[in-house]
């Protein structure tokens, strides 16, 4: 499956973002989806997974509450709302598909990422 990220970019303390992450090549439904993000020089970190339905979501704490994770399987796209971000938000995101939640993070299939940059 290829994955093409957008929707980054510079916003302001305390404003939102919608990062989209459109799929294709194999069947979305299939495969679960989630967004990662890293920082130069850290590791790459989970940020908010969704299952194959939509129905059961995932959120590092770090955003809970402020982040949500949606998908529209007739669009082949999964979807984060960022609110309330905070410069420690800044990072490349990256959009990552899977079919299991609990082995997200070796999957082999990554968008190439999106840059945010939350200034304070």
């Known amino acids: 499956v290829q994955l093409q990220a957008c929707g980054g970019g510079l916003v302001q303390a305390g404003g939102s973002l919608r990062l989209s992450c459109a799929a294709s090549?194999?069947?979305?439904?299939?495969?679960?989806m989630g967004w990662f993000r890293q920082v130069p020089g850290k590791e790459r970190e989970f940020v908010a997974a969704i299952n194959w339905s939509g129905g059961s979501t995932y959120y590092a704490d770090s955003v809970k509450g402020r982040f949500t994770i949606s998908r529209d399987n007739a669009k082949n796209t999964v979807y984060l709302q960022m609110n309330s971000l905070k410069p420690e938000d800044t990072a490349v995101y990256c959009c990552?598909?899977?079919?299991?939640?609990?082995?997200?993070?070796?999957?082999?299939?990554w968008g190439q990422g999106t840059v945010v940059t939350v200034s304070s």
């Open positions: 090549g194999r069947t979305f439904s299939n495969y679960a």
């Open positions: 990552a598909a899977n079919p299991a939640i609990a082995t997200m993070r070796k999957t082999n299939y």
